[in-house]
């Protein structure tokens, strides 16, 4: 998108100034869409807008634009990238809600989308999210930024990491393990599929635009895995913390939970070793690892 | 995939080799990603194949072979992009089947993906074969038979004709359209999006792989176009002629037809002029129209 020039933002400790880029361009991208479509499908659109613009904390857009600061690719070259890897976790999120699957009436305190359209248009929403990420990924040829045959290797990422071998497979295995008796190894098995393909895969995204050294992919691909498993952990302890402090009723849907197999403080600790993992396998770069650092940091001490 | 070798299959009037050739290329190519995943998703693989495998006509993955005919590109070539036309046209049918949407507990004679396998499941299995559609577009890549800038245009046609402003749109318009009272407009609208757009998607996907005159592609659109809505009205007098012959009850919802806004003979009319313009576009290449020529007749006189 030509409109947001050659910019390398400096992360901050906030990251707002991201946040604001990256819902600017997610802004942009649908109304720009909009104006390329039959008027009849604007209640698609509206679907697809009010889940993306839904109040999300941004946090794989934000770890691709880090990621890319890491490898010196300017922020604004990935932003599509960005995009492509929020549309697809928020089609995740639409059809986890459904009454089918999760069942949850409610996302970030607004109806879930089958609540605010009906099933049938969260399905559709969902299905259109997810194929327009694609679409978005060809935003970067359009740009010119990067060579095709790069261009296509991230595809091949992104499909890799969404799909049966990652976030699809991991929810198949979440719908289909009993939640009522589970393992360590059968937790971390699904969360590393269900969350943390797409997290890995929004760190790795970077890496696959520019010829990029192995070493630097090796040190991006273990701040990924540490990072993903420790997110999920720390959602976890919030899940705890939020329960005790309001009261909040269980769930429809009893969720594998960390904290059902060890104690808040035995989660925190390995929330605490995974964090320094991440962190000192992107150290040594000096300004360029400060982003993802940043971002692990924020996880470790996050409260919502 | 290298055991497909280099042929090209003459295309015959019934089609059978080429059906078989894409069948076996479509089990191959989920046995071979099943030894991939851990063994814990192989039940998503198994909904896959169930849909994958229910029976279809192959039509969409024929006619992406018989335009590469047209083109003079090898059969075997394009089996990646014939099977992700009916990876997307599965999923599609998948969602569509859904109690929130058609509540069809059949398709092709069994039962429909939800029946066979809850809710979640098909959700899921829906989801994996639309996100595996683009890891089928990346087996091109691998084979090397095209350059990744033509494999990127390819993606890009898929996706324009599958989302928003394609087949997902007009499930939408279906989904939102009063259908106890609608116009030959919107319905002619309707079917653009909803059946012809991954139709003409089929037929253009091969203009994109090569460097093709104008001409020709003017000629396959013209060609997809034409072909796309003589399909749908052969469907709607089949579904008449089954209703008379079985006395079939209504639908659980009805759907918006041809035939109930002109008489069979009228749609019939409008059917046969159809097929003669596609026809007509892809005459004088000789034999390299036969293929496309041969399915627009089977389309005229087809009893299923």
Redo the contacts between chains.
């Keep these: 998108m030509g409109c947001f020039g050659d910019i390398t933002v400096t992360f901050s400790a906030n990251s707002e100034e991201q946040i604001k880029l990256i819902n600017q361009y997610i802004d942009h991208s649908l109304t720009r869409?909009q104006g390329?479509?039959?008027l009849?499908?604007a209640?698609?659109?509206e679907a697809?807008r009010y889940s993306l613009e839904g109040g999300g904390k941004r946090l794989r857009p934000l770890l691709v634009m880090a990621s890319a600061d890491y490898l010196g690719i300017p922020t604004s070259h990935v932003l599509p990238v960005a995009a492509a890897v929020e549309y697809i976790h928020t089609?995740?999120l639409i059809?986890d809600d459904?009454p089918?699957?999760d069942d949850d009436d409610t996302r970030r305190g607004k109806p879930s989308s089958?609540k605010a359209f009906?099933?049938?248009?969260a399905?559709?929403a969902?299905?259109?999210l997810?194929?327009?990420a694609?679409?978005q990924m060809?935003v970067l040829?359009e740009e010119g930024y990067f060579?095709?045959?790069h261009?296509?290797g991230a595809?091949?990422l992104l499909?890799?990491h969404?799909?049966?071998?990652g976030m699809?497979?991991g929810?198949?295995?979440d719908?289909?393990t009993d939640h009522s008796n589970f393992t360590l190894p059968e937790i971390e098995?699904i969360h590393i599929h269900k969350t943390g393909a797409l997290i890995l895969a929004s760190v790795l995204l970077p890496t696959k635009l520019i010829p990029v050294e192995e070493a630097k992919v090796r040190n991006l691909r273990k701040f990924g895995e540490s990072f993903g498993l420790a997110f999920q952990i720390s959602d976890d302890l919030l899940d705890i913390e939020a329960s005790i402090r309001y009261s909040r009723g269980p769930r429809k849907k009893p969720k594998p939970t960390y904290t059902r197999l060890m104690s808040p403080q035995e989660a925190k600790e390995k929330l605490n070793r995974l964090i320094d993992t991440a962190i000192s396998s992107v150290k040594g770069e000096g300004e360029r690892g400060q982003a993802l650092i940043e971002i692990a940091e924020f996880v470790r001490t996050r409260k919502k």
């Design positions: 869409f390329t479509v039959s009849r499908v209640p698609l659109i697809m089609y995740s059809h459904l089918a699957i089958h009906g099933e049938a248009i399905i559709l969902g299905d259109a997810l194929t327009e694609f679409g060809m040829i060579q095709p045959s261009v296509l595809i091949k499909v890799h969404a799909g049966v071998a699809v497979g929810q198949l295995l719908v289909n098995f």
